[in-house]
């Protein structure tokens, strides 16, 4: 029995939650929102992207591009740390 005791403590602590997790998921989270508002399209917007319609962010190709890059990568160091 105090081997299934171990077990559970040790499932107890990997399964912790850390400021540091919550602060990585939260900007991940925020990040993939304006990642996603860059390509939605805006009829208000005063300029054209490079794609040829108007959105909030004129470079949304690019800029859509960069904040995948940036969540992945924030993600894959998150996980290499442990935190995720």
């Known amino acids: 029995m105090p081997q299934d005791r ?18 990585f998921v939260a900007v991940i989270i925020i990040l993939s929102l304006v990642t996603i508002k860059t390509v939605i399209p805006d009829s208000q917007a005063s ?5 040829g ?5 004129p470079f949304a190709p690019v800029s859509t591009v960069i904040g995948i890059a940036l969540v992945i990568t924030l993600f894959l160091v998150a996980r290499r740390m442990a935190v995720m």
């Open 6 to 23: 171990k077990a559970l403590d040790n499932r107890d602590e990997t399964m912790q939650v850390t400021a540091l997790t919550i602060v």
């Open 47 to 51: 300029k054209l992207n490079l794609v």
């Open 53 to 57: 319609y108007r959105t909030c962010c």
